[in-house]
């Protein structure tokens, strides 16, 4: 059973940083399949993802909206990905969920397999 557990979230003013984690547990996977990643949904509005990281070479991709400003990294075991947000906009509030088993295609991201229970991000002007 895949496990997904975020932390970091919080309350911060415009232009403040935050640092999300997820730590996964039964995920498996190979060096093509891995894909690990962030989804936002704000109040009145779709999720939408945020960042991936994914295959051998930890490739990364965005939304527009954060390039820039947030880093999707991994640890060397790949069961644990950051989020460095930087730069906070009012817009980035949002629940923020941890995913697995997701993939990116151009622009778009696919809907994941799995999903953790989330952590809020409040950013305040």
């Known amino acids: 059973q895949v496990q997904l557990v975020e932390s970091g979230g919080g309350s911060v003013q415009a232009g403040g940083s935050l640092r999300l984690s997820c730590a996964a547990s039964?995920?498996?996977?190979?060096?093509?399949?891995?894909?690990m990643g962030w989804f936002r949904q704000a109040p009145g509005k779709q999720r939408e993802g945020v960042a991936a990281i994914y295959g051998p070479r930890g490739s990364t991709s965005y939304t527009d909206s954060v390039k820039g400003r947030f880093t999707i990294s991994q640890d060397s075991a790949k069961d644990t990905v950051y989020l460095q947000m930087n730069n906070l906009k009012p817009e980035d509030t949002a629940m923020y969920y941890c995913?697995?088993?997701?993939?990116?295609?151009?622009?778009?991201?696919?809907?994941?397999?799995?999903w953790g229970q989330g952590t809020q991000v409040t950013v305040s002007s």
């Open positions: 995913v697995a088993e997701c993939g990116v295609v151009g622009n778009t991201f696919l809907r994941p397999d799995y």
């Open positions: 039964g995920y498996t996977y190979t060096n093509l399949s891995y894909c």
